[in-house]
């Protein structure tokens, strides 16, 4: 099959490279009331967005209590329909996606849910790309 086992070194190093990645993702978005073109559009031309995100809710068990600055590059925002857009985001990698979309408690700010101005939620979430800085 090819795999073997590795050496710490090795298993850092391939973590250290992981964190100077760009990812781009695609998601479905759950929005609990409408939200107008405008605010839409104004969110969908955020660049180089700031975030700070505390270690998320679904992963204290296993992961310490942290807090840490991300940036996500891009927003691409599509309405569906009153309640659904079609999100492209492209970040930092190491970003909490899931916590990005809907606040994860306050422990994500700003987040997609509070820069529309309504509760948020994330239902699909695939990969688009992993891309060198």
Do not use: C
């Not at 590795?6 to 978005?29: M, N, Q």
């Not at 569906?80 to 970040?91: G, K, P, R, S």
């Amino acid at each position: 099959s090819g795999l073997r086992p590795v050496g710490k070194e090795y298993a850092s190093r391939l973590k250290a490279s992981a964190e100077t990645k760009r990812k781009t993702y695609r998601a479905v978005v759950w929005m609990e009331s409408r939200v107008d073109l405008e605010t839409i559009s104004r969110v969908s031309a955020m660049k180089e967005l700031k975030i700070s995100q505390s270690t998320p809710v679904r992963v204290l068990h296993r992961r310490s209590l942290a807090a840490r600055d991300r940036v996500v590059h891009s927003i691409r925002l599509d309405r569906v329909n009153d309640h659904f857009l079609l999100a492209e985001l492209e970040t930092e990698a190491g970003t909490y996606i899931k916590e990005f979309v809907h606040g994860d408690l306050g422990r994500t700010r700003p987040s997609l849910g509070s820069l529309l101005g309504t509760n948020a939620d994330i239902l699909q979430l695939d990969v688009a790309g992993v891309a060198d800085t």
